[in-house]
């Protein structure tokens, strides 16, 4: 089976930057292990996913949804339904022919039982930063839609104070259920360090260590994320809220 070529993902070798051309991987589920199931799509997909719990039911009303989100470009029919294909083949939505020209797109218990894992590992990432409160800019919006869902793994795996690169990636190999090598990592750093998100510095007096902790931009885009899933009826939860 074959996913977007258009949006990035947590498995793409190519992740380094912001959500644009990178190839997807399968979908597997198994009901085992939601929340590494979860990050295996793209952020595109948990988006659908999330959308299609809401009101948006068919594949116009989703795709219309979807554009009103700030991605890089707009979502196009060729991108919208080999994706909700991909995610009927992995049993996270249902498909009903509402009329013969319509078709809906219920979200699966699956489905939503992977939602409901990857909001809560975003609100337990928003628990262990140090200011609940922090404002959420439209860089923060933009960018919760933008970065490949690695890219939003790295923010996460960087809560609380400053951490070396060597712990971020023990965080997210425990979070991913996969080992995460240096090639893939630190060029993922870069980028969301490139991006405001995160303030790359030397860890104590050791020069040789490098050392990365949360802006107020990254801790945003971890906030909006969670807010945006959340206000779709994805999942429950505060949310960082203030």
Known sequence: ??????????????DSGIESSETETEIKTSGDHLLEEALELTNFQVSQ?????????????????LNDLPFDNEITH??????????????????HERDRRTNEYPVT????ALLSAYGNWLENALAET??????????????????THFQIGC??????????????????????????????LYPNLDTVVDNDCV??????????????????IGRGVLAARFRWLRD??????????A
Do not use: C, W
């Open 130 to 147: 140090d200011d609940r409160s922090t404002p959420i800019s439209l860089d923060a919006k933009r960018f919760s839609f933008q970065l």
């Open 109 to 112: 218990a699956q489905g939503k």
């Open 199 to 216: 303030e790359k510095g030397e860890i104590d007096r050791d020069r040789r260590t490098n050392g990365y902790e949360l802006t107020d």
């Open 1 to 14: 089976m074959t996913h977007e070529t258009y949006a990035g993902d947590s498995n793409s070798r190519t």
């Open 49 to 65: 996913l999330a959308v299609a719990v809401g009101n948006a039911k068919s594949g116009q009303q989703i795709l219309r949804t």
């Open 78 to 95: 060729g991108r919208l339904y080999p994706n909700l294909a991909d995610l009927y083949e992995a049993g996270l939505i249902e498909k």
């Open 155 to 184: 923010l996460a795996s960087l809560t609380g104070d400053r951490v070396s690169g060597q712990t971020a990636k023990g965080r997210l190999k425990e979070d991913l259920g996969q080992d995460i090598n240096h090639g893939r």
């Open 232 to 241: 779709q009826g994805a999942v429950d939860g505060a949310g960082g809220d």
